[in-house]
């Protein structure tokens, strides 16, 4: 298959590290360093997605700590954004790819819906897209 027909599925890291709403952001940060991870994905009790924190948010949160009266009881549902992009597993690199561009993004989360909303099952990166480039033998 071409570079850019290539399904998100053949190419995403499966699995997504999550935390919860109330994870404090010390809690966030030490897991996305031990996973060595750029983002976690917010999930509710049914392990659904509700937003997504990227080292970005942290950092712009640490910058801006003035502004937040108590920097020590911000959670996860404080600086989590909500429009998290996604697509699920059929969506093709190029489709992936585009939205990054477009809305000037690092990642696009893979999602499976479920009926009840959208689990979390791996996320493609521009890393990724750089490795998938690297692999395509045809240039």
């Given amino acids: 298959l071409a570079r850019m027909e290539r399904l998100v599925g ?7 590290i999550t935390c919860r709403r109330e994870t404090p952001i010390q809690d966030v940060a030490r897991s996305m360093s031990e996973h060595d991870v750029s983002a976690l ?3 509710d009790d049914s392990e659904h997605m509700i937003g997504l924190i990227s080292r970005t948010d942290l950092v712009n949160a640490r910058l801006y700590e003035q502004y937040w009266k108590h920097w020590r009881g911000l959670t996860a549902g404080h600086i989590m954004i909500t429009d ?3 697509v699920q597993t059929n969506a093709t690199m190029q489709e992936a790819s585009r939205l990054m561009m477009e809305r000037r993004i690092h990642r696009v989360v893979v999602v499976e819906e479920d009926g009840e909303g959208v689990k979390p099952i791996g996320i493609v990166s521009v890393t990724d897209v750089v490795r998938d480039i690297a692999r395509d033998e045809d240039g």
């Fill in 84 to 86: 998290v992009v996604s």
């Fill in 41 to 43: 994905v917010v999930v």
């Fill in 10 to 16: 053949d190419v995403m890291h499966r699995g997504v």
